[in-house]
Each structure stands twice: as structure tokens, then as C-alpha cells.
């Protein structure tokens, strides 16, 4: 089953970014660490050389989740009319504390809640798409159900 990742242009510059950075620096950097075990000698107690190949391994795989991504990846545009959508950002007021919140709306390989950033399929997120500026919307958690009138959308 093929699965759709939703990523702003500036998630998908960054996954290119480091995508090339292994593939060129770190791929090159785990094979001199190879070349020099390999010169040690014996290789089934080498442990310099073991460390490396578990490295190359992951570094393998993590080009590889990120080719994926890359290529099943729909890029969002920001909704210029008002409406919440993937890559909106958005200041909310909490009803019960005045407490504000800033966060970006965006697809699940991008969510980072330390850095305001949160999935469109999160509680929150799924409360927030398709509102607009002065609407109210509440959404369970774990302590009870939270109110916030959205007073910004960009």
C-alpha cells in the first residue's frame, strides 16, 4: 500500500538537502572508515569494522525512506483564502486561560510539536482544518476537552 506524505516546499528542500549529504559526505566518510577496518586485519572480531557496516546500513536505509517520501510526496501551497489547511500557520487563545499559541499545520514526516509544528492529523490539527480566523473549535486530550478561537491565519 502506497502511502501519500503531505510536506511544505520548505520540508522538501530540507529532505533533498540531507538526502545529498548522505549520499555524498557521509556515504564517503563510512567507506574510509571501512577501507582503514578492512586493513586491520581480521575482520570477524573487527569492531571498527562492524560499527561501520551497521552504518552504512542505516545510512542506506534512511536514503531510502527518503527517496520514498520525495517521490510519493504532495507538496502543499498555502491557502490564500483564509481557510486552515496543510502548511497554514495559525495563532490560537486558549478559552479558559487567555494562554496564545502559534503553530504550522503540516504532514506527519514534519510534525515537530516543540517547534510549533503539528500534524494535520493530530487532535488539534483535525480540529483546525477547514476553520477560519474567529472561529472556535475544541478537541479532546488526555486532561479533558481544550477551547481556542483561532485570532490568526497565515
Known amino acids: 500500500m502506497e502511502i501519500?506524505?503531505?510536506?511544505?516546499?520548505?520540508?522538501?528542500?530540507?529532505?533533498?538537502?540531507e538526502m545529498q549529504n548522505?549520499?555524498?559526505?557521509?556515504?564517503?566518510?563510512?567507506?574510509?572508515r571501512l577501507a582503514f577496518a578492512k586493513s586491520l586485519g581480521d575482520l570477524s572480531e573487527n569492531a571498527e569494522y562492524h560499527s561501520s557496516k551497521d552504518a552504512q546500513g542505516k545510512n542506506e536505509a534512511r536514503?531510502?525512506?527518503?527517496e520514498y517520501i520525495l517521490k510519493h510526496a504532495i507538496i502543499v501551497e498555502v491557502n490564500t483564502?483564509?481557510?486552515?489547511?496543510?502548511?497554514?500557520?495559525v495563532v490560537l487563545v486558549k478559552k479558559d486561560s487567555g494562554d496564545e499559541k502559534k503553530?504550522?499545520?503540516?504532514?506527519?514526516?514534519?510534525?515537530?510539536?516543540?517547534?510549533?509544528?503539528?500534524?494535520?492529523?493530530?487532535?488539534?490539527?483535525?480540529?483546525?482544518?477547514?476553520?477560519?480566523?474567529k472561529d472556535i473549535i475544541s478537541f479532546e486530550t488526555p486532561k479533558g476537552v481544550n477551547q481556542y478561537t483561532i485570532t490568526s491565519v497565515h
Not at 4 to 17: D, G, I, P, V
Not at 81 to 89: A, E, K, L, P, Q
Open 4 to 17: 501519500q506524505e503531505f510536506l511544505t516546499q520548505e520540508k522538501k528542500s530540507s529532505l533533498e538537502k
Open 63 to 66: 536514503i531510502a525512506q527518503i
Open 103 to 133: 503553530y504550522q499545520i503540516v504532514g506527519n514526516e514534519e510534525a515537530d510539536f516543540s517547534a510549533g509544528k503539528i500534524s494535520f492529523e493530530s487532535p488539534i490539527g483535525v480540529a483546525l482544518m477547514g476553520k477560519l480566523e
Open 81 to 89: 483564502d483564509g481557510t486552515i489547511g496543510i502548511g497554514s500557520s
Open 22 to 32: 548522505l549520499k555524498t559526505d557521509v556515504r564517503a566518510d563510512i567507506l574510509e
